[in-house]
């Protein structure tokens, strides 16, 4: 017997693995989502008590099937029975193999199913809704909670996603490498979201950033010699690092120099480390690998004073070549302040006033440089602007004990 736990990581790595052998076999890949996601549940439900088969991937793949089979027969029996026969006859040489085949599926199928579900004719929530579903195999509650969203919110959201790919085969695409920072995208966003929740009474959501982890951990091995695949997991593990300080005992922010640094993980420190190393070496860094070189310098500080912010500052200058946004710009101002002082910091600010994707974030930054520089009062009408935008709550009450400081 195993405890559930333990068999919910082996249903999520299985997952994709199963969907890419039907999806393969049969095509649907709506209905063939659908059909493994009945698999998982059944398993769920018997692994835990019964054991798990010896061949758990091919199991997965033999009751997937027959529900997927059930359900087009279901639909055959309401259309022309030429349309579904045909719908039933797999599509090419390169099939899965048949339930019970001791040739398991391709573990490319993990890749492919990433770039299927990262489609450039799906919006950013779409793509993010479709790989935690198809790819990290969580169910659409588990979705929607997350997301802090009804859950029929979220299955709409995964049923329109899926009629948009509707007919689009499995496998890597056309100048796949083109749609590679896509997929990229999609996961950074997942972790972003677990690591600092955009809205919500908790500051993290710990599950959405270990299946970031998790899924790119995953790409990594299909393409391990990719810097910015490296750099995007080196900068998950350096950044993830710091999460058990991030947060005191009621749940508040913690910021990063006021952090406990024995509390963080310093065996991810060091994976970070050397893979962000192995990134760099493999040729001119990208936004991510560039990223994780400014996470390393501050992981591998002994303290918040010996932090080497000349280095982050010049490493900032180089990423906001490559990523000239405003969060790049926003904590390049940080940086500049430690290095040059606030009233450097604040004139570089100016220049993000009319950036609305800068958020809260702005007036937050503003207003640690004001109480910096010595202006209380500004400081505490920015850390109060700042307060009033953001939808996370951990983060407002943060910014209104800033600004209450600041009261004379």
């Known amino acids: 017997m195993r405890d559930t736990t333990e068999v919910e990581d082996l249903l999520r790595r299985h997952a994709p693995q199963v969907l890419g052998a039907l999806v393969r076999r049969y095509g649907h890949f709506d209905s063939a ?53 045909a719908a039933l006859t ?64 979220m299955a709409q959201r995964i049923s329109r996603a899926k009629q948009r790919i509707r007919g689009v085969g ?57 810097g910015e695949v490296t750099g995007l997991l080196a900068l998950m593990l350096l950044t993830d690092a710091r999460r058990a300080a991030r947060t005191g005992p009621h749940g508040e ?27 760099l070496a493999l040729g001119p860094a990208g936004p991510y690998a560039l990223r994780a070189a400014i996470a390393a310098v501050h992981d591998e500080a002994p303290s918040a004073e010996a932090t080497d912010w000349t280095e982050i500052l010049g490493l900032y200058d180089l990423l906001v070549r490559r990523v000239p946004g405003p969060v790049e710009h926003l904590n390049r101002a940080v940086a500049v302040a430690m ?8 004139a570089e600010l100016d220049r993000l006033e009319e950036e609305p994707a800068a958020g809260h974030r702005l007036d937050a930054v503003r207003a640690h440089l004001l109480e910096r520089a010595g202006e209380p009062d500004a400081a505490r009408e920015a850390y109060a602007s700042a307060a009033a935008k953001t939808l996370s709550l951990p983060e407002r009450r943060y910014l209104e004990v800033r600004a209450a400081r600041l009261r004379t």
């Not at 008590?49 to 055959?76: C, Q």
């Not at 099939?95 to 799906?122: I, K, M, Q, V, W």
């Not at 290095?339 to 604040?346: N, Q």
């Open 33 to 85: 989502e659908d059909a493994v996601q009945e698999a998982l549940l059944a398993a769920a439900g018997q692994w835990p008590g019964k054991g798990v088969p010896d061949n758990p991937r091919g199991w997965l793949i033999k009751v997937a099937s027959r529900r997927l089979v059930d359900a087009l027969r279901a639909e055959e029996a309401r259309r022309l029975r030429e349309e579904k026969a």
């Open 90 to 153: 797999p599509r090419d040489a390169f099939t899965a193999p048949p339930p019970g085949s001791d040739r398991a599926p391709s573990p490319d199928d993990t890749l492919s199913l990433l770039f299927l579900c990262c489609h450039p004719a799906l919006p950013p929530a779409a793509r993010i809704a479709l790989t935690l579903r198809a790819v990290g195999g969580l169910t659409t509650a588990e979705i929607a909670r997350a997301y802090l969203v009804p859950e029929a919110t």
């Open 170 to 226: 499995l496998g890597r695409p056309d100048h796949w490498e083109e749609r590679l920072p896509a997929v990229l995208h999609t996961l950074y966003l997942i972790f972003n979201e677990g690591y600092t929740a955009t809205s919500g009474s908790a500051l993290q959501r710990a599950e959405l950033a270990h299946e970031a982890i998790r899924l790119t951990r995953t790409v990594r091995q299909l393409l391990p010699k990719d």
């Open 253 to 279: 922010l913690v910021p990063l120099d006021e952090q406990d640094r024995a509390r963080w993980d310093r065996e991810a420190i060091e994976e970070g480390v050397t893979l962000v190393t192995e990134a």
């Open 339 to 346: 290095v040059h002082g606030p009233r450097a910091a604040l």
